[in-house]
């Protein structure tokens, strides 16, 4: 048997993949986030995110824009989230929306000081390229079927405490 990492959700290679389909996208972006926060593959911040995806674009695998009342009326940032999205269109890059920065900024905890540092937040695969993440694999099957729908940043709700 191959053996995970501690990413996996410790799921036996019988478990049928519409029993992975059914778990809600917001609790594997939990799940993702976590597990990428413990193996220290989370980006967080707007222009930390612009720097890795102009100095390294391969190393991202996942990222999560999070849109709050500020994103609203801050025009820059409404600019940066696009040229954000289209770099991971152009890259092929799972992008997601959250609406609740807050709930973000809980979930990867210290690594978002301010919260307004939790605007982008990316998650980049490992070094060695050896992995699994079952929740993150969800995440961009999740995407896949998005784009299939002309959904091309879906709209995740993060589940609550």
């Known amino acids: ?93 799972s992008i997601v929306r959250v609406s609740d920065m807050q709930r973000l900024a809980e979930i990867v905890g210290d690594k978002a000081e301010q919260l307004e540092d939790a605007h982008c937040i990316l998650i980049t695969n490992p070094a060695d390229g050896s992995w699994e993440d079952p929740a993150l694999e969800k995440l961009h099957l999740f995407c896949e079927e998005s784009r299939r729908l002309n959904d091309w940043v879906p709209e995740i709700s993060l589940p609550e405490r």
């Open 1 to 93: 048997t191959k053996e995970h990492k501690h990413c996996s959700l410790g799921l036996s290679d019988h478990t049928s993949a519409t029993t992975l389909t059914m778990q809600s996208p917001g609790k594997s972006l939990k799940e993702a986030l976590l597990c990428a926060q413990s193996e220290d593959r989370l980006t967080v911040g707007v222009y930390e995110s612009a720097k890795i995806m102009t100095d390294d674009p391969d190393s991202v695998s996942f990222c999560v824009l999070a849109m709050d009342e500020e994103f609203e009326c801050d025009i820059a940032l409404q600019i940066h989230f696009t040229l954000i999205q289209s770099f991971c269109f152009d890259n092929d890059i």
